[in-house]
């Protein structure tokens, strides 16, 4: 690509090699490793494994996908566990995260870089270790779910959540919304820093002060912040694995109550316990999360981001 | 600043609400340390205590040195990190200079062809991403790793670089270019220290998913010589589930390193945020 741009521009200045040198190392990484895999995957979904050969199939793969009830289901369930991972984050992680970032912005407030160290530390932790401590801390062998609910004479409210079918995939979600509250809290932080003292001035000489203030003059200013958190918030949840993996397995128990599409993903690509592994299916099912996440960028990109309006000032 | 916004109940009210969400967000940290250190009786009589005389014991830390190859998954995690740093940095930062400096045809396009790994999750192409590796017979190399980590890096740091170098004033470079320096010698002597800041910042922002990334580990270098510490804490704590000692210890050894490197870098990272490198 960069040898027909260089071509193109030959017709005045002598070749200009050096651009070419500066980008070749990037872009030979990113597209061997990155676009044509991408790509490689996509094609994949569309080959079938017949007697060691890959025979094209067209769409066959995805007809089984939502055809046969042995896959529907499962695919089904995924999507729909994934969908509500991601309404609990943008319900509570967004504006939990909203709230510390007011709170912080504020001028005088003391101690803010302590609040904003001790909060983000979640953030940094890796998956794993998130997963294991919050099972240890949830778990009924242990005890320390159950003491802090005794404290505040709620004990009876006490179930082994991450147990239970019905609340599991909650719970789950609101462990990921405890590690992730950091991002939008920073993005919306700094959101909230750029908007000039005089516009706030203005507002205060109007008497328009406090939560009034917030709701009329900063939310309106930081609704592209907002935007923005909400389509990371998209991507990380259709592509989110780690935490479920950790916690409850490759079989994303109980019952596949927090099977989300990562780990369908890994169960249909690597297999598990009886089934053999399918790279082809799993190709099917990761050209599955590439469309849904490719057509909430384009939403994302063409209805929302062009209807906020942005102030320069 | 008027009187109104900082009034005695307002800031109670802020530092109360801050102050419980602090205490959420560390307290499963601290109630896994602490515990690490309590011997196998206590950490069940009382959990929320703090170790004593006692019950203070570190039964759990020499089971994790005596079984788990903690040393070696450490090395592996490290040599993935840095070597991945290293190349994300180095392209991304030539790539940005290429594109922020000079005008060619298809710049644009190549800024958001670069631009798409930000949105799209490398993730997806883990099939086929197997499949290369399989077919260059880099599983189970640390290679393996740093290719599939430096892809992923490569687009936010080409973007948030290039940012930062439209910002390098041009009257600098052409003085360089008068006094003869070649373009190389202008990005590596004037360009790259200038921008050393947004490096850092980029640096951090890589840095953190990598260490902590437990999909590629799992696929394309599972094996016992090249696990990384955050695969090797997994399968460890898989392996002794009913050894509390051992796994209180070995999450408190994973939560450590990163910790105290948090501690050193939040400062960083934190500005980085701020200052607006992602708008």
Known sequence: MSQQSLEHSQDRRP????????????????????????????????????????VFAGFDNFRTLFGDPRWSDSFWNALGNNTWFFIIHMLVQNPIGILL??????????????YRTAIFIPTILSFVIVGFAWKLILSPLWGVAPNLLDLVGLKSLFVPWLGKEEYALTALSLISVWQFVGIPMMLIYAAMLSIPDEVIEAAECDGVTGFSQFWKIKLPLILPAIGIISILTFVGNFNAFDLIYSAQGALAGPNYATDILGTFLYRTFFGFQLQIGDPNMGATIASMMFFIILAGVCLYLFLIQRRLRRYQF | MSKAATSLPRTIGAHAVLLTYTLIALFPVVVIVVNSFKSRNAIFRSPLSLPTAETFDLIGYKTVMAQGDFIQYFQNSLTVTVASLFFVLLFGAMAAFA??????????????YLALGIMIPIRLGTVAILQLMVASGLVNTLTALVLVYTAQGLPLAVFILSEFMKQVSDDLKNA??????????IFFRLVLPLVRPAMATVAVFTMIPIWNDLWFPLILAPSEATKTVTLGAQVFIGQFVTNWNAVLAALSLAILPVLILYFFFSRQLIRGITSGAVK
């Open chain 1, 15 to 54: 070749t200009r090699w050096h651009i070419a040198v500066f980008l070749a190392p990037a872009l030979l990484v990113y597209t061997a490793v990155m676009i044509l895999p991408l790509f490689g995957t996509l094609q994949l979904s569309l080959f079938r494994n017949v007697d060691n050969a890959q």
């Open chain 1, 101 to 114: 970032a007011a709170l912080l912005s504020s001028p005088k407030l003391r101690f803010s870089a302590f």
């Open chain 2, 99 to 112: 594109l922020s400096e000079y005008r060619f045809k298809g710049n644009t396009m190549m800024g958001l």
């Open chain 2, 176 to 185: 360089g270019r008068i006094d003869g320096l070649s373009e190389y010698r």
